[in-house]
């Protein structure tokens, strides 16, 4: 979509729909801050990791996921990261497929 404005031409970018954006991060951001930890620490014991299996679940989410949070610093920016896995992971998928086929059409 274009605008003309005192013969100047603002192009006003169609590529992002902020309402599918918004619903996509609440989305993605609850199963990461909730169903995502509980995945991992799961899978972790299902597959025999030594590390998930000598620690209990309510170990793993005050002291390994959700603990470091309030401390700031690089534990508390890797958590962030941890947590928001999913939601990135989504996004950067979105963009990928939307690349491929806008190079494609």
Do not use: H
């Amino acid at each position: 979509m274009n605008v003309s404005w005192q013969g100047y031409e603002l192009r006003i970018c169609e590529f992002i729909d902020w309402g599918r954006e918004l619903w996509f991060a609440l989305l993605f951001l609850c199963i990461g801050f909730t169903i995502w930890p509980l995945m991992v620490y799961y899978l972790g014991q299902a597959l025999g990791f030594e590390y998930f299996t000598s620690m209990g679940l309510r170990v793993w989410a005050e002291q390994k996921v959700y603990g470091p949070l309030g401390d700031g610093g690089l534990r508390s920016l890797s958590r962030v990261f941890f947590l928001s896995f999913p939601y990135m992971f989504s996004f950067a998928l979105r963009v990928t497929l939307k690349l491929l086929r806008k190079g494609r059409a």
